[in-house]
């Protein structure tokens, strides 16, 4: 389950079998404490930027 900042649930597995949830959060809704109290065994946290074109 992925729960908000807000506590809305923004995902969730509903079945017994195991499943990978995948979202885009907004960063700017959540401050490091948030990030920092995750599970490391349970959640990796990657960040996929785009690049600025000139």
């Keep these: ?5 807000r506590g809305e649930v923004l995902a969730e ?9 995948r979202t885009t959060i907004d960063l ?3 401050g490091n404490w948030y990030l920092g ?10 960040y996929e930027g785009q690049g ?3």
């Design 1 to 5: 389950m992925i729960i908000s900042p």
């Design 13 to 21: 597995v509903t079945s017994d079998d195991t499943a990978v949830i």
């Design 28 to 30: 700017d809704q959540s």
């Design 37 to 46: 109290q995750r599970r490391q065994d349970l959640l990796r946290l990657s």
């Design 52 to 54: 600025i074109s000139m």
